[in-house]
C-alpha cells in the first residue's frame, strides 16, 4: 500500500503492463490433421473480457493499465490488437466451456480473406469490493474488426456489456 501525503489516506498499488501472446496454428489446415493448440477449458475474460477470440491460432498484442484509487476499486482499461497466427489459420472464438453436439465452447470459423488481421478491441471495467461477501462489476468492451471479421461480418463492429453482483455464501 501507498500512502497519499498530501491526504494521509491509504491507496493500493496500481500498474501499467504491455504483452504480445502468441498461440500457435496448423502449419497445414488442409492434411486432414488437427494440430492446433487448443486450451482445454477455454476462457477468455482472464486476458480480453469480450469473447471473440481463442488462444488458439492466434497472436495478441495488448497494453492495459489498472488504476486502484482505493481498497476495494479497481478501474482496468485495455486495449488489444488480435491477429491470425498465420493466413490459412482458422479463427477460433471462444466463451468458456459448455456442452453442445459439435464443440465444446470452441467455434472455429474458415478465413475467406487470405489476411491475418482480426480485430482491434477496447476493454474498460470497473470492480468494486461491497463487502465481505459482495463485490460488483461493469464493463463495456468495444471491438472493430479488420480484414479477417469483415471478409466473414461485412458490418465488423462489436459491443459487449455487462454488470454483475457476486455473492460469496
Given at each position: 500500500m501507498a500512502t497519499t501525503p498530501e491526504r494521509g489516506r491509504t491507496r493500493?498499488?496500481?500498474?501499467?503492463?504491455?504483452?504480445?501472446?502468441?498461440?500457435?496454428?496448423?502449419?497445414n489446415?488442409?492434411?486432414n490433421k488437427h494440430q492446433t493448440f487448443a486450451p482445454l477449458l477455454n476462457t477468455p475474460r482472464i486476458y480480453a473480457r469480450?469473447?471473440?477470440?481463442?488462444?488458439?491460432?492466434?497472436r495478441d498484442l495488448f497494453?492495459?493499465?489498472i488504476v486502484r484509487p482505493d481498497k476495494k476499486t479497481t478501474l482496468r482499461a485495455d486495449l488489444h490488437r488480435v491477429t491470425l497466427d498465420k493466413?490459412?489459420?482458422?479463427?477460433?472464438?471462444?466463451?468458456?466451456?459448455?456442452?453442445?453436439?459439435?464443440?465444446?465452447g470452441l467455434i472455429g470459423r474458415t478465413n475467406p480473406s487470405g489476411g491475418?488481421?482480426?480485430?482491434?478491441?477496447?476493454?474498460?471495467?470497473?470492480?468494486?469490493?461491497?463487502?465481505?461477501?459482495?463485490s460488483a462489476?461493469?464493463?463495456?468492451?468495444?471491438?472493430?474488426?479488420?480484414?479477417?471479421?469483415?471478409?466473414?461480418?461485412p458490418d465488423s463492429k462489436g459491443f459487449f456489456a455487462y454488470g454483475e453482483i457476486n455473492y460469496k455464501l
Open positions: 493500493a498499488a496500481s500498474g501499467f503492463r504491455a504483452g504480445y501472446d502468441v498461440y500457435s496454428g496448423d502449419g489446415p488442409t492434411d469480450t469473447p471473440f477470440f481463442a488462444e488458439a491460432n492466434s497494453v492495459q493499465a493466413a490459412a489459420d482458422r479463427w477460433y472464438a471462444a466463451g468458456g466451456p459448455f456442452l453442445s453436439a459439435r464443440s465444446f491475418t488481421a482480426l480485430a482491434d478491441m477496447i476493454d474498460v471495467s470497473a470492480d468494486r469490493v461491497l463487502d465481505k461477501r459482495t462489476s461493469v464493463y463495456v468492451g468495444h471491438l472493430l474488426g479488420n480484414t479477417v471479421v469483415k471478409g466473414i461480418y
